[in-house]
């Protein structure tokens, strides 16, 4: 099993979510973030006084999928989130030992 | 109507007063205190439900579009103002030319003084009518605003809004409220501008959701509201307000005033209380937007009516208000037209069954410079309303069509999408609402 | 004892209208524009306040449950409008029976009309005094709700809502402030509700909190306030319209409304400072919540004195008001009910001071058509009080106590479990509060 | 000025009416139900200006802060309350000494009572017209603590506060309008408080932001405004407050007060715009903090000026407001100094060049009581004016200097590094704004 | 070490805490979530359009924790946080290479 | 590439992020969380009932390096976001198999 995080424009969360249960993810687990990146943030301006707002704000969704599971996933989240722009994000994958879920004591893939 | 909206026993009084004001002006001794107090705090009350609105709307977009919902209210309150003192008010009120407009005589304020104007307000300072008359020309731009919340570009509705003022506005206040406007003269009612404010904002409001387009993500996003508590503050301000909206369109403070607080209160209850009690049945659960809109649906309905009903004729009325509204928005979701927030089907509804029900329920009982409707005994009252509504309606179609055509040529209505996906606060304003 | 407010010179003069009014309605040179304009925009202000406490309640529960919260109070503003034009305004005001009633002859406001009624208000119309009660009769179990946030269910609510009204609010207004009712006739003295609107409410939050239940994980987890600026801004509110719930009750512009205006910001006053300042002393820190609250706590403890006393009582009156709301508060820590918002500790405790503390410092110099309490040499006044005050707490107790009961076995009182979990916001009305 | 800021034919029967009182006091026929509606509601509005201040910085605070900012609103609410009923009053307003200070013979208001006092209000009780002065004396060091917003010991905030307007405000307020006050006897004018209320809290601002020091992290951190929606509506309730501020110093409902509200909504209209539109132009987008800053920059600015001006000229000054304060919030950002929420570039500089500007547009034609400016005729009236400012310039920053010198030894201004980080709420009240 | 992420019911986190707590646990991070699974979301009605919920409020426990606190923490949050009701959440388990305490620069265990 | 994990006070935010700046780091995702641990919390009086907070406001910030950064990465976290008080917080450092820049496809170092 491995944990996918996936950093995203807000806006794109709906699709991303749309086409990941369109390929049988049945979990999820998102909030809300701030990013800084390359992609430069903007100035806001407050009577006067400019601030630099280096951090935007994204949607950080994680995920633990079986093994096989990973690549379809990537795939499928690359292509959702995409716009081209710079700031569309990042997708990170990690190992994961174990998986319970709480209500039945399941471990593992059936856990998921 | 409005000037002859106080006790008719007064009317003669304030004939002599006119004399006597034009023989020898200043006629100070002729400005009543209590009269004046009125329609000064209503004035403030009136000028509160634009921030109450601002709230209102805000609290029903996306925290990204708050700012944007906001200032468009509180850009109107700046705008407007002074639209106001430098033409909109003189070619409202101002001398009429051929029952359809004001002339450029009262340009600047010039002639408009502190003694009171007999044509509109006896017993205040005719500066007093007029400042609040401003807050209803203020209010009117800003319902509209509701229909095409968290996409418009902020240039282009500062240009709108003052067009809009003054083409459409300006010209429907003549008519209904002004010395020699045709609808008046033809004994046309609208005691607090159903037709003046929310026929012309509701209809108006239709128009722009329809070439303005959808917002991105409408109907396939979930477009939750931000913040519902804003909203319901922002209603309650509005109903608070309202009683300045309409109780002091009675310019004194007396039994006319009074019926049209009581009324106008009991209308709001009613709404609330059908709406709700509609959802209730109809989805299985009372809302609380469903409540503050419903509430906000009876206003509006009550108030061409206001100082013309009674109290019963005025809870009937608040009740189908909530039916009927809360029917057009719902209808508005089968059409599939973007009304993003309920400008048509609140207010427009609102706003025509208010003024076709007063041609039922009028009585020269409570405002004899008012008439008679259908159940007392006068049929002709509701063809005149009938009439009225239909001009306005149509005129606001009209104009606002041609006027969002051309800026749509000209300067573009909508933001970029870019510019949509960020917010109108950070695209529009350069600032973010929150930061907890 | 509202309708002898008014300075007693004028008295003779309204009787002159009564029989004129008698002879010839409408009456209308009788309506003073000044008094109107006061009675009008003091029950805008009143209105105000129920919205004011919706913050001022909405701020202090968590954030699942601030929709209820708000949609309590907006849904009461509606129901008891309704029923108040309906039968409830002639059940409190209506022509008397037995000094423990009005009668039904008012139903539906017939007979309620626009000329003044000198029983309650010589000077302004009939309807404008109606619709100032109806006020009174909104908050006042708006109120109550307070102490059992977060838990009850909306029907029942409903229900019982209509049912408290109609059973406890009415009769006792009546009893006070009713032509003929028993404590008005006995001489007993509530200038603005002391005893209808705070006792009443009051006393029955208490019995609704100990039927209802404590929340759950009452005592066990932190149920921390969600919003503490919406608390303090619903506060604001609350003191603001309290300028016309106080000095309204003139029911006139003058020099009482002026004495009652200048009290109740005294009283207002010196309850944030001790309460405030206790909390400093004893628990090291002044917070704002403990500010915020000893305003609403001097605020309603001057409500029954206020057109009775003079500025330097009311300072005492408010400084003593802020530490006594203070030790019922805390003193519910210990007993352990959930009295949730403090109905209890705030308003009971307070009405209860604040209607014998009049019989301390009563005078008539303030008020001629008051009374004199102890200090100004009148020492039965206090009896007349205690008596008053005694039969408010044991109405209230009892017919509220039957009243949940039976709700309690029919409807139910609470919420399930898991929708007490899930918040009163998506379980009972489908909505989510906030959406950042 | 203010006694003599109604229709000039009244003041003969005021005379009259004292005379009378005289002789057989209470002289109840005098009071004006109108004009006591008129002044109790302004004392209503401006009593809630300071809860809108509050909400006006409380947005612009970090959220770690709102409490503590909304708290020291408050708590003056309740300080000054008490002080001014205490002997505040009697040091403003009481029998002159010297032409600087009232004597103490109003203490606890005895001498206060209910009857007229024709000095300042010939138709109010003398009551209303304290009770109204308090809401002034409240807001000007409310306004004062935006500069050292985010760092003000709470311990020492209270006497500060305390002092400050014992020894700035009271004074300053006597030379100006209590009867014997050297800058009133001199012929400065001052309608509602450009002087008195603005020019004095702010120049102190602008000493406590120098003396307290700027906040941790100013300058290097960005220190976002925790929410513009608190914010705005903050700003909406002191514009709709303004209206009883400076309409209510009419202290009647007439002519006078119709003028000076016109020209208040006209001038905060104007400062809206031109901040705004001055923003879109210098930094390419109008913000919706610079609209409401530029509101409220317009409506300080035509404070002093507004019973003596008329419309055209107030849409001058509300332009210029904008214009200006905009201007000196920019300088701030180049000097460096945190006068953190622009108490001094807005009210320093709005009363300023308000109480100048009257000194070129007011009109004998507006006010018989004020005088005419340089525009009609009356080059000397600037002069008195520059004097009167430059003395409570000189005055306030002198007082203020000293008196935060001297705190600063003993009790210490700031609190702690560490505390500073946790913020006001939890440090100072031990108490969270927000739990979502 | 091991990195145990609970997401669990917000009603259930001071339950969970107390429990955690009483078996020794020390430090834990915790931050409010959006939960997308098994447990359908709810309808909200905003003026007679409805509006899919998918995504619940949940909260999710982070905590880093020694390998041989894992089984004895895991079955404690199981216990705490089960209802049996769907919805109930999920526990991962992932390896952590290295803790570091800021304050005193204690590396590894010392560090939790 | 590693994920390094940093929990620390949220008024040291700033500095931090300038500190990793200043050496190279070029992305980093941050949320608000609470923190549960030594630093004990402090006490809330609403009318006169107290309240034990337990969580503390904390920041997490989160971030992906290459292997050669881990330690420069770690030692500027510590640097900035000490104060020597307790409370000062944890890094935490956990391995990631795989990350993708959403915009462009890349994968690994590059994508970082
Ligand atoms: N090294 C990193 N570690 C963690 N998060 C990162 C890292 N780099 C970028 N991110 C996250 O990804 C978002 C997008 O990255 P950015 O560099 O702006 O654009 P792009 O995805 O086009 O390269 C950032 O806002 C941040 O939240
Ligand atoms: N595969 C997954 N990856 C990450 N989080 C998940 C996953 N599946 C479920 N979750 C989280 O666990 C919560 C509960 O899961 P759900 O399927 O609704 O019920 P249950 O825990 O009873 O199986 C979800 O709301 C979501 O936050
Ligand atoms: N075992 C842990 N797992 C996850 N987070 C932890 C753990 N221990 C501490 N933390 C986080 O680190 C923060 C600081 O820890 P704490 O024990 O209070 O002080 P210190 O960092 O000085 O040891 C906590 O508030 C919590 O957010």
């Known amino acids: 099993m491995k944990k996918i995080e996936a950093i995203i424009k807000p806006f794109k969360l709906d699709e991303v979510k749309n086409a990941l249960t369109k390929i049988g993810v049945q979990g999820m687990t998102v909030n809300e973030v701030k990013g800084f990146g390359r992609q430069k943030g903007h100035t806001e301006v407050y009577r006067g006084a400019e601030y630099k707002i280096d951090f935007l704000p994204k949607v950080r969704i994680e995920m633990i999928v079986t093994d096989e599971m990973v690549v379809k996933v990537i795939e499928t989240i690359e292509r959702a989130a995409k716009t081209g722009k710079i700031g569309d994000g990042k997708i990170f994958v990690s190992p994961v030992e174990e998986v319970i879920r709480i209500r039945t004591g399941e471990r593992g893939k059936d856990a998921i | ?436």
């Not at chain 2, 309202?242 to 009675?250: E, I, K, L, R």
């Open chain 2, 1 to 436: 109507m409005k000037r002859v909206f106080f006790p008719l026993p007064m009317l003669g009084l304030l004939m002599a007063n006119a004399a006597l004001a034009a023989e020898s002006a200043p006629a100070l001794p002729k400005v009543d205190t209590g009269d004046t107090a009125w329609l000064l705090i209503s004035s403030a009350l009136v000028m509160l439900m634009t921030p109450g609105l601002a709230l209102f709307y805000g609290g029903m977009v996306r925290s990204k579009n708050v700012l944007g919902t906001l200032m468009q209210s509180f850009m109107i309150i700046a705008l407007i103002s002074v639209q106001w003192v430098i033409f909109g008010y003189s070619l409202s009120f101002g001398p009429d030319r051929w029952g359809i407009i004001g002339d450029l005589s009262w340009f600047g304020l010039s002639g408009v003084g502190l003694a009171p104007n007999p044509d509109y307000a006896g017993t205040v300072p005719h500066q007093a009518f007029m400042i609040y008359q401003a807050m209803f020309a203020i209010i009117t731009p800003a319902l509209l605003m509701g229909a095409i919340a968290e996409r418009m570009k902020f240039k282009t509705f500062v240009v709108f809004t003052l067009l809009w003022s003054t083409l459409v506005y300006d010209p429907i206040a003549h008519w209904v409220w002004g010395t020699g406007g045709w609808i008046r003269k033809m004994g046309g009612l609208d005691f607090a501008g159903g037709i003046v404010v929310h026929i012309s904002s509701g209809v108006s409001a239709l128009v722009a959701a329809l070439l303005v387009g959808k917002r991105k993500g409408f109907g396939t996003e979930p477009m939750a509201l931000h913040s519902l508590p804003m909203t319901i503050t922002g209603a309650a301000i509005l109903w608070f307000g309202w009683f300045g909206f309409n109780a002091g369109s009675a310019i004194a403070a007396g039994m006319l005033s009074t019926s049209a607080f009581v009324v106008t209160h009991i209308a709001g209850a009613g709404g609330a209380l059908s709406w709700a009690f509609g959802e209730w049945i109809y989805k299985g659960k009372p809302t609380t937007l469903g409540a503050v809109s419903g509430a906000v649906a009876g206003l509006a309905t009550i108030t061409p009516a206001s100082g013309f009903v009674g109290p019963m004729p005025a809870l009937f009325i608040g009740l189908t208000a909530g039916i009927f509204c809360y029917m057009a928005v719902m209808g508005k979701n089968k059409f599939g037209y973007d009304d993003s927030l309920d400008v048509f089907g609140i207010h427009a509804i609102g706003g025509t069954w208010g003024a076709l029900a007063l041609g039922l329920f009028a009585s020269k009982a409570i405002n004899a410079a008012g008439n008679n409707g259908l159940f007392f005994g006068n049929p002709s009252l509701i063809a005149v309303q009938a009439l009225s509504v239909v001009s306005a309606w149509v005129y606001s179609f009209v104009v606002t069509f041609i006027l969002l055509k051309i800026l749509g040529w000209t300067m573009g209505l909508r933001v970029s999408e870019e510019e949509e996906n960020s917010g109108l606060d950070l695209s529009q304003h350069g600032e973010t609402g929150y930061s907890f």
